[in-house]
């Protein structure tokens, strides 16, 4: 049996696209009852902790994520092996969000929507080109290197930094924390692509903000967000927005999330707030996805995305 745990989620759409790839099989939705020997594949967003280890007889944990931080949260999750998402669907959104928001503080959307909103006609007669904007990637996996790619054609110039080294034809690399500063330090849009691990939880801080270039064309460095609210600490984001360490920045995620509506992110100029749905999983190409891992399982051969739990991705 294959069992739906869609924390948050609706659940019925993923049933009815997994029970379309295994019609002989019983495809059954959390919470509704269920014999759990009987549960083989475990398809999950943020299970509650300890349900999975009351399944006896898990072959796989699939997440309907890229990100399995909400899932190896779970002090007792069990050692069945764990798979996550790799889909051109999700990737592409995700680039089309990075380059979104890129464009949008490249091009200083921010003021000439202020001025829109005053009905105020100022053009500030010195936009860079792409080529003198120089973007950084901070996580070169599925993501972030198809941001790179996609970023690439419209001339910024990049730079990416990963735990392990990158040859990337192309692009200027860094690794490591040792390489940290050098990429910040040139960096004046930082795009964030990591995933929440203990290693990088809390990494975008003021003291990070800092180092981030301050002779760019831009007249300010902007962050961009769409990796997991925990990689952020949102009072500092305020007030780098608030003193001008930050230029502006986008966030799609948040550490409580839906963002409280007290928030006073809601309101501070230059923040662009998207709600958690940069590369949403969609349920056809996702489902589609998960049933070829279930079918590879189950045929002896390598399925994707499998997750290195020593590392946390
Ligand atoms: P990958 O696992 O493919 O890539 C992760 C990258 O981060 C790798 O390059 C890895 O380095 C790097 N990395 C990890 N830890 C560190 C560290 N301590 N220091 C430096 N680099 C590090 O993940 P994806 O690209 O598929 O996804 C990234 C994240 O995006 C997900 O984990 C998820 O949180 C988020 N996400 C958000 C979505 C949204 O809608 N907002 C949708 C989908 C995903 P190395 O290459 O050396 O291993
Ligand atoms: C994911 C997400 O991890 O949507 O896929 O956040």
């Not at 040139?186 to 964030?192: A, E, K, M, P």
Request: proline share 9%; glycine share 10%.
């Amino acid at each position: 049996m294959i069992y739906v745990v869609a924390h948050g989620w609706d659940g019925e759409p993923w049933r009815r696209r997994l029970k379309a790839h295994f019609p002989d099989r019983e495809v059954a939705v959390w919470p509704e009852p269920v014999y759990p020997d009987q549960i083989s594949h475990a398809v999950v967003w943020k299970p509650p902790k300890g349900l999975l280890a009351t399944f006896p007889r898990l072959s796989a944990i699939h997440s309907l994520g890229a990100g399995v931080d909400g899932v190896l949260n779970d002090p007792d999750l069990p050692a069945a092996p764990l798979y996550r998402v790799i889909d051109p669907d999700l990737t592409t959104r995700m680039s089309e969000w990075v380059v979104l928001q890129v464009l949008f503080h490249h091009r200083q959307m921010p003021f000439y929507l202020a001025n829109q909103a005053r009905a105020q006609w100022r053009d500030l007669r010195d936009q860079p080109a792409a080529r003198d904007v120089r973007v950084g990637i901070m996580g070169l996996g599925e993501l972030g290197m198809d941001a790179v790619r996609t970023l690439a054609p419209l001339g910024f110039d990049l730079a990416g930094w990963s735990r392990r080294r990158k040859d990337v034809p192309g692009l200027v690399t860094y690794a490591g924390e040792e390489e940290l500063g050098a990429f910040l330090g040139r960096t004046d849009i930082l795009v964030c692509l990591l995933p929440l691990t203990p290693d990088t939880r809390g990494i975008l801080s003021r003291g990070l903000f800092s180092r981030l270039a301050r002779d760019g064309r831009l007249g300010g460095p902007v962050v961009l967000n769409a990796g997991r609210g925990g990689l952020q600490n949102e009072a500092d984001i305020l007030a780098a927005l608030q003193d001008g360490t930050l230029k502006g920045a986008s966030l799609d995620v948040f550490e409580t999330e839906p963002l409280p509506p007290e928030s006073p992110l809601w309101r501070v100029p230059g923040l662009v707030i998207t709600p958690h749905n940069a590369a949403m999983s969609e349920p056809e190409a996702v489902s589609a996805y998960i049933a070829e891992n279930i079918r590879r399982i189950e045929a002896g051969e390598e399925p994707r995305g499998y997750v290195d739990r020593s590392v946390g991705y």
